[in-house]
């Protein structure tokens, strides 16, 4: 994760915050910890993706976090890779939830035929609020670069609270 704009990306809000509050990651992470051992239910996007696509399915966990969603569908037997721009976020998903591929990087320069991964995934999840974190200039391409990681018959899922910063009106605008 890098706290400069790279190649000219403007950095997402996410960078933002954890440059300005450096122990948020860590918070976060143990904030879903702790609701793992309260015996929350933090798997229903993972059911709902699991529900969309055949056993075995290629799922990208675009902005993965820790990990809960990506592990939620490995253990439903899929082939998972989660992606997120935080690397305290993808040290805890590697540690908690060892399968998965696991890798830290910028939704708004996802490449992952660059880094050894085909495209062509048969879903991409992009739970929580992932979309609301993202550098408002980057939302477009970030929609583009999932298109292109998407197999052409493939299923996308995203979701977010509208109120965090981005209205569905801006989202239906932008795909």
Same mark, same amino acid.
């Given at each position: ?11 997402? +809000? ?12 860590? $918070?976060?992470?143990?904030?879903? !910890?702790?609701?793992?051992a309260?015996?929350d239910?933090?798997?229903?996007? &993972? /059911? @709902?993706?699991?529900?969309?696509? %055949? !056993? ?6 675009? #902005?993965?976090?820790? *990990? /809960?969603? #990506? ?16 690397p ?6 590697e ?6 591929? $696991?890798?830290?990087?910028d939704?708004?320069e996802? =490449?992952?035929? *660059? ?5 062509? @995934? ?9 979309? &609301? ?10 929609? =583009? ?9 493939? +299923? ?5 609270? %509208? ?7 801006? @989202? @239906? &605008?932008?795909?």
């Amino acid at each position: 994760m890098s706290d400069a704009v790279s190649d000219g990306v403007e950095p997402s +809000r996410w960078v933002e915050i954890t440059r300005e509050n450096p122990g948020h990651s860590c $918070w976060y992470v143990e904030r879903f !910890r702790a609701m793992v051992a309260d015996g929350d239910d933090l798997a229903g996007e &993972a /059911r @709902f993706v699991d529900a969309l696509v %055949a !056993r075995g399915a290629r799922i990208l966990d675009a #902005g993965c976090g820790p *990990g /809960r969603v #990506g592990s939620a569908l490995a253990q439903a037997g899929h082939e998972v890779v989660g992606v997120d721009v935080d690397p305290v976020l993808i040290a805890a998903a590697e540690q908690d939830h060892p399968g998965p591929r $696991w890798l830290v990087g910028d939704l708004a320069e996802l =490449d992952l035929p *660059g880094r050894g991964i085909s495209a062509g @995934f048969d879903a991409i999840i992009c739970a929580g609020n992932v979309m &609301a974190f993202l550098a408002p200039s980057t939302r477009v391409t970030v929609l =583009d670069r999932f298109r292109t990681h998407l197999h052409p018959e493939g +299923r996308l899922a995203v979701g977010f609270g %509208a109120e965090r910063g981005y209205t569905f009106d801006e @989202f @239906f &605008a932008d795909v």
